[in-house]
């Protein structure tokens, strides 16, 4: 399918038709900024129902990892189906799973054993991670961080602090969370260094939060995003890790990367950490890892996953369909995919860096791999998030066949399948160019 091809004015009327449907009949909470509907997809392109195709850098929120129904996912995931949909991992055991299992223990990102637990989505990833800190540190603390998000769950969302209507209505919160500032380099005070900008958010944590609201020997974990996503694609310098493995270690306190948005060769590594050079304790990944079916794994030192049978557990999690399309959806990221994210994502970042030159309201472009950012600013000194304008390119880049999602309060994400090409980035880039000429 080539992409895009624009065959209706949009909406167009089966889209229109089906959208008033969904009003009358789905929940109002969520979030969809412009009115895509799904036919179906290959690759980087998806058709609507009216017949007209997009290129796709949304990726159903960075999830279609190996493109749209790769074949070998699809294959996989019938020939599991042939044989049985569900058995209750907690109860029985599978192949299926526990080759999952032994998969994450040879990528996760530190030397030595694991365990992993499965569930069916990020959210859940994250509460089992929770649970599992506090449960092998016999602590209560979390120390999540501003702008992160982990998810909807009581449990996460408690440590989610990205928008406030996410939080709002639903309190209270889990207590014993606290939140520290992220660093962002690009929102840092002009003239502070890097160190500066690290100290700014890990001496938070240490002369603040452990000097005045709880002592370090009651903290549990620190659950922190490699890059942050829903946040606006923030990378934080290197030294942040190893500021805060140091930290974490001298306190006793585990290290849980979320790894749900940023994991699964998204950023040209397997995980968003390897580009950190620290090793974590537990890594939770969902979205990419089953390229479209809901999986979420929570993966951890052997030694930290020792809670006793019947202390966690889930009906669906670990589904025998999910988990022959994660063993599929990773043998492709490690045979190809992984490395196509790294150089074609260097190649979309290049493009979209080029496009700073010419359209003022871009202030800066950044990400690893195909997790990329541009952040639009009202002015480049006094760096005014321009968030209208961003809502707007989001919907010009769709009129012109371009799926992208917003992330943050005024950054465009760019999180494609990881089968882009070079002239799929192209296209993107080509795109945005002429939407940024036309908002002005
Ligand atoms: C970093 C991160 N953690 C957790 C989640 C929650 O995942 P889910 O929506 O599958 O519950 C998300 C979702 O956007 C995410 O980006």
Redesign the pocket.
């Known amino acids: 399918m080539d992409a895009p091809q624009l065959k209706t004015s949009l909406p167009g009327p089966r889209a229109k038709a089906l959208i008033a449907r969904d009003g009358a009949v789905v929940s109002p909470s969520y979030t969809r900024s412009y009115p895509f509907v799904m036919a179906r997809g290959v690759g980087a392109a998806v058709e609507d129902v009216d017949g007209n195709v997009f290129l796709d850098c949304a990726a159903g929120?960075?999830v279609n990892s190996t493109g749209h129904s790769h074949p070998d996912v699809v294959a996989a995931i019938v020939e599991q189906a042939s044989k049985f949909l569900h058995m209750s991992g907690t109860d029985f055991y599978y192949e299926p799973q526990v080759r999952l299992a032994e998969a994450m223990n040879a990528i996760a990102p530190w030397q030595g054993q694991t365990r992993s637990f499965f569930s069916n989505?990020?959210?859940?990833?994250?509460e089992a991670a929770i649970k599992l800190a506090r449960y092998h540190t016999k602590r209560y603390g979390i120390i999540g961080f501003l702008g992160?998000?982990?998810?909807?769950?009581l449990g996460?969302l408690s440590v989610?602090s990205s928008k406030a209507i996410q939080r709002r209505g639903f309190g209270p919160p889990l207590g014993g969370v606290y939140h520290a500032p992220f660093p962002n380099p690009y929102r840092s005070p002009a003239g502070q260094s890097e160190e500066e900008c690290v100290a700014a958010s890990v001496d938070f944590i240490e002369d603040q939060i452990f000097v005045h609201l709880v002592s370090p020997d009651e903290v549990a974990a620190v659950v922190v995003?490699p890059i942050?996503?829903?946040g606006g694609y923030v990378v934080p310098p290197v030294s942040f890790f190893e500021r805060l493995r140091e930290m974490t270690r001298r306190h006793g306190i585990l290290l849980v990367v979320?790894?749900?948005?940023?994991g699964m060769g998204r950023t040209g590594k397997m995980f968003g950490i390897e580009h950190f050079g620290v090793e974590p304790d537990v890594v939770?990944v969902?979205?990419g890892v089953a390229s479209g079916l809901?999986l979420?794994v929570t993966t951890a030192r052997a030694e930290v996953m020792a809670w006793p049978s019947g202390s966690h557990a889930n009906t669906f999690g670990g589904n025998p369909l999910s988990c022959a399309a994660a063993l599929s959806t990773i043998t492709l990221l490690k045979e190809s995919l992984m490395a196509n994210a790294a150089e074609v994502g260097d190649h979309l970042l290049q493009g979209l860096r080029g496009l700073g030159g010419k359209h003022a309201l871009i202030g800066d472009v950044r990400g690893k791999g195909l997790m990329l950012g541009i952040e639009l600013v009202r002015d480049r000194l006094t760096k005014q998030r321009a968030s209208a304008e961003r809502d707007r390119l989001v919907e010009e880049c769709f009129k012109r066949g371009l799926l992208v999602l917003g992330a943050g309060r005024n950054t465009l994400r760019l999180s494609p399948p990881l089968v882009l090409t070079k002239e799929q980035a192209d296209t993107a880039v080509r795109i945005i160019d002429e939407s940024l000429t036309a908002m002005r």
Do not use: L, N, W
Request: hydrophobic share 25%.
């Open positions: 929120i960075a989505s990020g959210t859940e990833a994250i992160g998000f982990h998810g909807r769950t996460s989610t995003e942050q996503g829903e979320d790894e749900v948005q940023s939770a969902a979205k809901p979420g």
